[in-house]
Protein backbone atom coordinates (compact mmCIF):
# COMPACT_ATOMS: atom_id res chain seq x y z
CA UNK A 1 0.00 0.00 0.00
CA UNK A 2 1.14 3.13 -1.03
CA UNK A 3 1.87 5.80 2.39
CA UNK A 4 -0.18 9.10 1.33
CA UNK A 5 0.24 10.63 4.35
CA UNK A 6 3.86 11.85 3.66
CA UNK A 7 4.65 15.06 1.91
CA UNK A 8 6.77 14.30 -1.46
CA UNK A 9 8.52 17.28 -0.84
CA UNK A 10 8.97 19.06 2.83
CA UNK A 11 11.06 21.64 2.70
CA UNK A 12 9.86 22.90 6.11
CA UNK A 13 13.31 21.80 7.67
CA UNK A 14 15.20 23.32 5.01
CA UNK A 15 18.40 24.33 5.74
CA UNK A 16 22.19 25.27 5.15
CA UNK A 17 24.36 22.20 4.77
CA UNK A 18 26.91 21.68 7.37
CA UNK A 19 30.46 20.97 5.81
CA UNK A 20 32.28 21.50 8.67
CA UNK A 21 33.32 17.36 9.11
CA UNK A 22 35.97 18.44 6.44
CA UNK A 23 36.68 22.10 7.91
CA UNK A 24 35.01 23.66 5.01
CA UNK A 25 32.67 26.71 5.37
CA UNK A 26 30.96 25.56 1.58
CA UNK A 27 31.79 23.18 -1.01
CA UNK A 28 34.06 25.06 -2.68
CA UNK A 29 33.98 22.88 -6.03
CA UNK A 30 31.45 24.61 -8.90
CA UNK A 31 28.41 22.71 -9.22
CA UNK A 32 28.83 20.22 -11.43
CA UNK A 33 31.75 21.39 -12.98
CA UNK A 34 30.12 24.18 -15.37
CA UNK A 35 33.18 26.96 -14.56
CA UNK A 36 31.86 29.33 -11.82
CA UNK A 37 31.12 33.47 -12.94
CA UNK A 38 33.89 34.19 -10.83
CA UNK A 39 36.53 31.83 -10.57
CA UNK A 40 38.93 32.57 -7.71
CA UNK A 41 41.71 30.25 -8.76
CA UNK A 42 43.48 28.42 -11.64
CA UNK A 43 46.19 25.55 -11.33
CA UNK A 44 49.28 25.05 -13.96
CA UNK A 45 48.78 27.36 -16.89
CA UNK A 46 51.72 29.54 -16.53
CA UNK A 47 52.60 29.64 -19.72
CA UNK A 48 49.26 31.50 -20.82
CA UNK A 49 48.73 33.11 -17.48
CA UNK A 50 52.63 34.77 -18.27
CA UNK A 51 51.65 35.93 -21.75
CA UNK A 52 48.48 37.12 -21.02
CA UNK A 53 50.32 39.21 -18.11
CA UNK A 54 52.60 40.16 -21.22
CA UNK A 55 50.29 40.96 -23.64
CA UNK A 56 47.85 43.06 -20.96
CA UNK A 57 50.90 45.10 -20.44
CA UNK A 58 51.45 45.92 -23.95
CA UNK A 59 48.13 47.06 -24.35
CA UNK A 60 47.75 49.15 -21.29
CA UNK A 61 51.51 50.92 -21.25
CA UNK A 62 52.73 50.75 -24.72
CA UNK A 63 48.86 52.06 -26.55
CA UNK A 64 48.58 48.46 -28.84
CA UNK A 65 45.51 46.42 -30.06
CA UNK A 66 46.51 42.94 -29.21
CA UNK A 67 44.99 39.45 -29.74
CA UNK A 68 45.34 35.95 -28.26
CA UNK A 69 44.03 32.65 -29.11
CA UNK A 70 43.33 29.93 -26.40
CA UNK A 71 42.99 26.49 -27.82
CA UNK A 72 41.80 23.44 -26.09
CA UNK A 73 39.41 20.97 -26.40
CA UNK A 74 35.79 20.84 -24.93
CA UNK A 75 36.67 20.26 -20.92
CA UNK A 76 39.83 21.60 -20.66
CA UNK A 77 39.23 24.82 -18.82
CA UNK A 78 38.89 27.19 -21.56
CA UNK A 79 35.34 29.27 -20.37
CA UNK A 80 37.44 28.55 -16.59
CA UNK A 81 40.49 30.37 -17.51
CA UNK A 82 38.41 33.33 -19.83
CA UNK A 83 36.30 34.17 -16.76
CA UNK A 84 39.45 33.90 -14.48
CA UNK A 85 41.06 36.26 -16.18
CA UNK A 86 37.77 38.46 -16.39
CA UNK A 87 37.88 38.03 -12.63
CA UNK A 88 41.38 38.97 -11.83
CA UNK A 89 41.21 42.00 -14.11
CA UNK A 90 38.04 43.32 -12.64
CA UNK A 91 39.27 42.97 -8.92
CA UNK A 92 43.00 44.07 -9.61
CA UNK A 93 43.17 46.74 -12.23
CA UNK A 94 39.73 47.96 -12.85
CA UNK A 95 39.59 50.50 -9.85
CA UNK A 96 43.16 51.85 -10.07
CA UNK A 97 44.30 51.25 -13.53
CA UNK A 98 41.16 51.46 -15.29
CA UNK A 99 40.95 48.74 -16.99
CA UNK A 100 37.81 46.54 -18.11
CA UNK A 101 37.36 42.86 -18.46
CA UNK A 102 34.14 41.63 -20.53
CA UNK A 103 33.51 38.09 -21.27
CA UNK A 104 31.57 37.60 -24.16
CA UNK A 105 29.81 34.21 -23.88
CA UNK A 106 29.83 33.01 -27.38
CA UNK A 107 30.46 34.59 -31.19
CA UNK A 108 27.24 32.84 -31.90
CA UNK A 109 26.17 33.16 -35.72
CA UNK A 110 26.71 36.48 -36.82
CA UNK A 111 28.29 39.87 -35.69
CA UNK A 112 24.84 41.13 -34.36
CA UNK A 113 25.26 38.17 -32.22
CA UNK A 114 28.58 39.19 -30.91
CA UNK A 115 27.59 42.23 -30.05
CA UNK A 116 24.37 41.67 -27.62
CA UNK A 117 26.78 39.32 -26.33
CA UNK A 118 29.36 41.61 -25.69
CA UNK A 119 26.72 44.53 -24.15
CA UNK A 120 25.20 41.45 -21.66
CA UNK A 121 29.14 40.93 -20.45
CA UNK A 122 29.09 44.84 -19.40
CA UNK A 123 26.02 44.63 -17.67
CA UNK A 124 23.39 47.59 -17.14
CA UNK A 125 24.88 48.00 -13.81
CA UNK A 126 27.98 49.00 -15.42
CA UNK A 127 26.73 50.97 -17.95
CA UNK A 128 24.19 53.01 -15.27
CA UNK A 129 26.90 53.91 -13.09
CA UNK A 130 29.61 54.68 -15.52
CA UNK A 131 26.72 57.19 -16.80
CA UNK A 132 25.75 58.47 -13.91
CA UNK A 133 29.07 59.22 -12.96
CA UNK A 134 29.68 61.37 -16.37
CA UNK A 135 26.80 62.91 -15.48
CA UNK A 136 27.91 63.91 -12.02
CA UNK A 137 31.33 65.13 -13.50
CA UNK A 138 29.76 67.08 -16.21
CA UNK A 139 27.76 68.93 -13.46
CA UNK A 140 30.90 69.52 -11.46
CA UNK A 141 32.20 71.11 -14.39
CA UNK A 142 30.04 73.18 -15.67
CA UNK A 143 29.10 74.59 -12.68
CA UNK A 144 25.86 76.21 -10.82
CA UNK A 145 25.20 79.16 -13.69
CA UNK A 146 25.34 76.82 -16.53
CA UNK A 147 23.83 74.40 -15.27
CA UNK A 148 21.03 76.33 -14.74
CA UNK A 149 20.07 77.24 -18.21
CA UNK A 150 18.86 73.61 -18.72
CA UNK A 151 16.37 73.89 -15.93
CA UNK A 152 13.05 73.56 -16.15
CA UNK A 153 11.58 72.75 -12.96
CA UNK A 154 10.94 75.71 -10.42
CA UNK A 155 11.60 73.69 -7.51
CA UNK A 156 14.77 72.37 -9.03
CA UNK A 157 15.87 75.99 -9.99
CA UNK A 158 15.20 77.37 -6.60
CA UNK A 159 17.80 75.18 -5.12
CA UNK A 160 21.30 77.46 -4.19
CA UNK A 161 23.93 75.04 -5.69
CA UNK A 162 22.95 73.07 -8.37
CA UNK A 163 25.79 71.19 -8.99
CA UNK A 164 25.67 69.61 -5.87
CA UNK A 165 22.44 67.99 -6.37
CA UNK A 166 21.85 64.37 -7.37
CA UNK A 167 21.87 62.83 -10.82
CA UNK A 168 18.18 61.81 -10.94
CA UNK A 169 16.99 65.21 -9.96
CA UNK A 170 18.97 67.48 -11.85
CA UNK A 171 17.75 65.02 -15.33
CA UNK A 172 14.27 64.71 -13.89
CA UNK A 173 13.89 68.96 -13.47
CA UNK A 174 15.89 69.71 -16.71
CA UNK A 175 16.40 69.57 -20.52
CA UNK A 176 18.57 66.51 -20.08
CA UNK A 177 18.66 66.26 -24.30
CA UNK A 178 20.79 69.61 -24.19
CA UNK A 179 22.60 68.68 -21.01
CA UNK A 180 23.47 65.15 -22.73
CA UNK A 181 24.71 67.11 -25.65
CA UNK A 182 27.10 69.27 -23.91
CA UNK A 183 28.47 66.16 -22.93
CA UNK A 184 28.42 64.83 -26.34
CA UNK A 185 30.66 67.45 -27.40
CA UNK A 186 33.77 66.50 -25.38
CA UNK A 187 33.96 63.35 -27.96
CA UNK A 188 33.97 64.78 -30.66
CA UNK A 189 36.30 61.79 -32.19
CA UNK A 190 33.52 59.29 -31.84
CA UNK A 191 31.85 59.07 -35.12
CA UNK A 192 28.43 57.04 -33.42
CA UNK A 193 26.87 59.44 -31.36
CA UNK A 194 23.61 56.60 -31.05
CA UNK A 195 25.95 55.05 -28.64
CA UNK A 196 26.78 57.31 -26.49
CA UNK A 197 23.27 58.88 -25.83
CA UNK A 198 22.00 55.59 -25.37
CA UNK A 199 24.71 55.14 -22.67
CA UNK A 200 24.30 58.20 -21.55
CA UNK A 201 20.18 58.53 -20.75
CA UNK A 202 20.65 54.49 -18.68
CA UNK A 203 21.45 58.02 -16.17
CA UNK A 204 17.42 59.29 -16.47
CA UNK A 205 15.24 57.99 -14.24
CA UNK A 206 12.71 58.31 -16.79
CA UNK A 207 14.38 57.10 -19.70
CA UNK A 208 16.49 54.42 -18.70
CA UNK A 209 14.45 51.99 -20.03
CA UNK A 210 13.87 52.75 -23.48
CA UNK A 211 17.69 53.50 -23.56
CA UNK A 212 18.18 50.00 -22.53
CA UNK A 213 16.18 48.39 -24.86
CA UNK A 214 18.22 50.13 -27.64
CA UNK A 215 21.28 49.15 -26.79
CA UNK A 216 19.72 45.19 -26.83
CA UNK A 217 19.00 45.93 -30.21
CA UNK A 218 14.52 45.52 -29.57
CA UNK A 219 12.65 48.15 -31.52
CA UNK A 220 11.40 51.39 -29.27
CA UNK A 221 8.97 53.58 -30.69
CA UNK A 222 9.86 56.81 -32.69
CA UNK A 223 8.70 58.92 -29.45
CA UNK A 224 11.29 57.07 -27.35
CA UNK A 225 13.91 57.22 -30.42
CA UNK A 226 13.74 61.07 -29.66
CA UNK A 227 13.62 61.32 -25.61
CA UNK A 228 16.99 59.24 -26.06
CA UNK A 229 18.19 61.23 -28.62
CA UNK A 230 19.32 57.94 -31.10
CA UNK A 231 18.24 57.15 -34.76
CA UNK A 232 17.65 53.87 -36.26
CA UNK A 233 17.85 50.30 -34.48
CA UNK A 234 21.15 47.88 -34.23
CA UNK A 235 18.91 46.01 -36.43
CA UNK A 236 21.67 44.99 -38.81
CA UNK A 237 25.69 43.60 -38.93
CA UNK A 238 26.79 47.54 -39.93
CA UNK A 239 24.86 48.88 -36.99
CA UNK A 240 26.24 46.39 -34.42
CA UNK A 241 29.79 47.11 -35.93
CA UNK A 242 29.25 50.48 -35.60
CA UNK A 243 27.79 50.88 -32.34
CA UNK A 244 30.03 47.91 -31.18
CA UNK A 245 33.44 50.13 -31.57
CA UNK A 246 31.17 53.80 -31.04
CA UNK A 247 30.88 51.98 -26.96
CA UNK A 248 34.15 50.73 -26.67
CA UNK A 249 36.04 54.38 -27.92
CA UNK A 250 33.33 56.18 -25.32
CA UNK A 251 34.56 53.67 -22.50
CA UNK A 252 38.35 54.21 -23.27
CA UNK A 253 37.92 58.15 -23.60
CA UNK A 254 35.43 58.27 -20.96
CA UNK A 255 36.66 56.44 -18.34
CA UNK A 256 39.00 53.11 -19.16
CA UNK A 257 42.29 53.00 -20.25
CA UNK A 258 42.14 49.66 -21.62
CA UNK A 259 39.28 47.18 -22.30
CA UNK A 260 39.96 43.24 -21.95
CA UNK A 261 37.32 41.28 -24.34
CA UNK A 262 37.41 37.50 -23.75
CA UNK A 263 34.92 35.79 -26.16
CA UNK A 264 34.36 32.47 -25.79
CA UNK A 265 33.27 29.03 -28.13
CA UNK A 266 34.65 30.89 -31.58
CA UNK A 267 34.29 27.18 -32.58
CA UNK A 268 30.34 27.85 -33.22
CA UNK A 269 31.64 29.51 -36.91
CA UNK A 270 32.19 25.83 -37.94
CA UNK A 271 28.61 25.19 -37.62
CA UNK A 272 27.45 28.06 -40.03
CA UNK A 273 27.12 27.42 -43.21
CA UNK A 274 30.77 27.66 -45.24
CA UNK A 275 28.93 31.07 -47.20
CA UNK A 276 27.58 32.72 -44.20
CA UNK A 277 30.84 31.77 -41.65
CA UNK A 278 33.49 33.45 -44.65
CA UNK A 279 30.95 36.52 -44.03
CA UNK A 280 31.29 36.28 -40.53
CA UNK A 281 34.73 35.69 -40.40
CA UNK A 282 34.97 38.65 -42.67
CA UNK A 283 32.92 40.94 -40.11
CA UNK A 284 35.29 39.81 -36.96
CA UNK A 285 38.44 40.97 -38.94
CA UNK A 286 37.05 44.67 -39.94
CA UNK A 287 36.16 44.66 -36.18
CA UNK A 288 39.47 43.48 -35.23
CA UNK A 289 41.30 45.91 -37.92
CA UNK A 290 38.70 49.17 -36.90
CA UNK A 291 38.77 48.46 -33.24
CA UNK A 292 40.77 51.59 -31.31
CA UNK A 293 44.23 50.82 -29.48
CA UNK A 294 44.72 49.83 -25.97
CA UNK A 295 42.08 46.88 -26.98
CA UNK A 296 43.14 43.53 -25.95
CA UNK A 297 40.94 40.61 -27.69
CA UNK A 298 41.08 36.86 -26.16
CA UNK A 299 39.17 34.03 -28.83
CA UNK A 300 39.07 30.83 -27.27
CA UNK A 301 37.97 27.31 -29.48
CA UNK A 302 38.88 23.95 -29.80
CA UNK A 303 41.76 22.45 -31.85
CA UNK A 304 39.38 20.61 -34.47
CA UNK A 305 37.54 23.81 -34.96
CA UNK A 306 40.55 26.15 -35.14
CA UNK A 307 42.06 23.56 -37.76
CA UNK A 308 38.82 23.88 -40.08
CA UNK A 309 38.42 27.86 -40.13
CA UNK A 310 42.38 27.44 -40.70
CA UNK A 311 41.98 25.06 -43.96
CA UNK A 312 41.47 27.98 -46.31
CA UNK A 313 43.65 31.24 -45.50
CA UNK A 314 41.48 34.08 -44.71
CA UNK A 315 42.00 37.92 -43.95
CA UNK A 316 41.12 36.48 -40.35
CA UNK A 317 43.21 33.84 -39.95
CA UNK A 318 46.40 35.59 -40.81
CA UNK A 319 45.63 37.94 -38.09
CA UNK A 320 45.30 35.45 -35.50
CA UNK A 321 48.56 33.40 -36.65
CA UNK A 322 51.23 33.10 -34.15
CA UNK A 323 48.88 34.12 -31.35
CA UNK A 324 48.01 30.73 -30.33
CA UNK A 325 48.28 29.60 -26.39
CA UNK A 326 47.00 25.65 -26.14
CA UNK A 327 45.06 24.45 -22.56
CA UNK A 328 46.48 20.75 -22.16
CA UNK A 329 44.89 18.20 -20.09
CA UNK A 330 45.92 18.12 -16.64
CA UNK A 331 48.89 16.25 -15.48
CA UNK A 332 48.44 14.24 -12.06
CA UNK A 333 50.47 17.25 -10.36
CA UNK A 334 48.10 19.61 -12.51
CA UNK A 335 44.67 17.64 -10.46
CA UNK A 336 46.34 17.59 -7.14
CA UNK A 337 47.37 21.58 -7.29
CA UNK A 338 43.61 22.66 -8.63
CA UNK A 339 41.93 20.32 -5.42
CA UNK A 340 44.33 21.85 -3.06
CA UNK A 341 43.84 25.32 -4.33
CA UNK A 342 39.97 25.40 -4.38
CA UNK A 343 40.55 23.04 -0.72
CA UNK A 344 41.87 26.74 0.11
CA UNK A 345 39.31 28.45 -1.23
CA UNK A 346 36.69 26.95 1.29
CA UNK A 347 38.73 26.78 4.37
CA UNK A 348 36.53 27.05 7.91
CA UNK A 349 39.35 27.48 9.92
CA UNK A 350 43.49 27.12 9.27
CA UNK A 351 42.67 23.51 11.55
CA UNK A 352 42.26 20.66 9.44
CA UNK A 353 42.89 17.25 11.09
CA UNK A 354 46.72 15.58 10.61
CA UNK A 355 45.84 12.31 12.07
CA UNK A 356 45.02 10.81 8.82
CA UNK A 357 47.95 8.90 7.16
CA UNK A 358 45.38 8.54 4.44
CA UNK A 359 46.08 12.46 3.56
CA UNK A 360 47.61 15.59 4.51
CA UNK A 361 46.50 18.77 5.21
CA UNK A 362 45.96 20.21 1.76
CA UNK A 363 44.39 17.73 0.66
CA UNK A 364 41.95 16.78 3.38
CA UNK A 365 39.03 14.90 3.35
CA UNK A 366 40.65 13.68 -0.24
CA UNK A 367 42.91 10.36 0.43
CA UNK A 368 45.97 9.89 -1.97
CA UNK A 369 44.23 7.06 -3.81
CA UNK A 370 40.99 9.48 -4.08
CA UNK A 371 43.17 11.95 -5.76
CA UNK A 372 44.54 9.56 -8.11
CA UNK A 373 41.21 8.27 -8.77
CA UNK A 374 39.91 11.35 -9.58
CA UNK A 375 43.13 11.85 -12.12
CA UNK A 376 42.14 8.38 -13.30
CA UNK A 377 38.52 8.99 -14.72
CA UNK A 378 38.70 12.30 -15.25
CA UNK A 379 41.16 12.07 -17.76
CA UNK A 380 42.83 14.77 -16.87
CA UNK A 381 39.50 17.21 -17.95
CA UNK A 382 38.86 19.74 -15.52
CA UNK A 383 35.14 19.90 -16.05
CA UNK A 384 35.12 16.13 -14.70
CA UNK A 385 37.76 16.37 -12.22
CA UNK A 386 35.84 19.84 -10.59
CA UNK A 387 32.81 16.99 -10.69
CA UNK A 388 34.63 14.23 -8.90
CA UNK A 389 35.25 16.64 -6.35
CA UNK A 390 32.35 18.51 -5.28
CA UNK A 391 29.87 15.20 -5.97
CA UNK A 392 32.40 13.29 -3.87
CA UNK A 393 31.97 15.60 -0.85
CA UNK A 394 28.46 15.85 -1.25
CA UNK A 395 28.21 12.34 -0.68
CA UNK A 396 31.08 12.64 1.53
CA UNK A 397 28.86 14.64 3.77
CA UNK A 398 25.73 12.36 3.31
CA UNK A 399 27.45 9.39 4.31
CA UNK A 400 29.40 11.07 7.32
CA UNK A 401 32.33 9.82 6.02
CA UNK A 402 35.43 11.40 7.74
CA UNK A 403 37.62 10.74 4.73
CA UNK A 404 36.70 10.55 0.78
CA UNK A 405 38.25 7.49 -0.73
CA UNK A 406 38.15 5.50 -4.30
CA UNK A 407 34.93 4.29 -3.18
CA UNK A 408 33.19 7.30 -3.09
CA UNK A 409 34.74 8.66 -6.25
CA UNK A 410 33.64 5.44 -7.67
CA UNK A 411 30.01 5.88 -7.17
CA UNK A 412 30.12 9.61 -8.60
CA UNK A 413 28.01 9.66 -11.75
CA UNK A 414 29.65 11.15 -15.10
Known sequence: MIDLSADPLDLSDLSKINYSLYSLQMNPFPAIGIPEEAPSTTADRREILEEFRRSLSRTLFDNKKTIMVVTGDFGAGKSHILKYFRFKVNVQLLQDEKVLAIYVKTVGRNFRDLYLNFVDGISRDFFSELASSIVKKQMEDLGDAKLRKFVFDKELDKIEDLAKVNVDSYLRGSRSLDFFKSIRAKYSGISNSNAIYAILNLAHPVYSSAAWRW??????????????????????????????????????????????????????????????????????????????????????????????????????????AGTEQELRFFTPDDTKELIARYLKLGRKTQYVPSNFKETSAEFFPFTFGAIERIDSRSKGLISKIITLCREGIELGIVQRKRLIDEEIIDSVKL
Request: net charge negative; aromatic share 8%; hydrophobic share 45%.
Open 215 to 320: LLGESISKEEMFQILVDGFVGDVKESQSTLIGIIEFLLNAKLNAVTILIDELEKLTLIPRNLREVYMDDIRHFIDDMPAKVFVILAITPTAYNDINQFETALTRRL
